[in-house]
């Protein structure tokens, strides 16, 4: 009886591919928005779960306001995948020159 062999290749093809798309996400800054997205989002909720029921207005809105957010943020990846903000302005990601693109700077998020 023969052993069927596991092909090899597939393991580690599979493997680079995630860590290509990882390593693309970084060069993206999308982690860099994910997080800047859900720290706003959070300040944002902190502070209309504060002051909104000093007006009477009712908790449904904050319910809606946080929905909104959590239905706003995969938009707001998709726009950090497809833009990138450079000294001329915001511009779409493939019409940046890889060679000259410099490293953003701030709030020592890398």
Not at 19 to 44: D, G, M, P, Q, T
Not at 89 to 99: M, Q, S, Y
């Amino acid at each position: 009886m023969k052993r069927r062999r596991k092909s090899l290749i597939s393991l580690p093809l599979s493997l680079v591919n995630v860590s290509r798309f990882l390593a693309e996400l970084k060069r993206r800054h999308v982690y860099r928005a994910a997080v800047a997205y859900i720290v706003a989002s959070w300040a944002l909720a902190q502070g209309i779960a504060q002051v909104l029921p000093v007006f009477d207005i009712p908790n449904s809105v904050i319910r809606w306001v946080i929905i909104a957010l959590m239905i706003g943020f995969p938009a707001a990846i998709l726009l950090s995948w497809l833009y990138e903000i450079t000294p001329e302005g915001i511009v779409r990601e493939e019409d940046v020159d890889p060679e000259t693109r410099k490293p953003r700077v701030g709030f020592g998020i890398s």
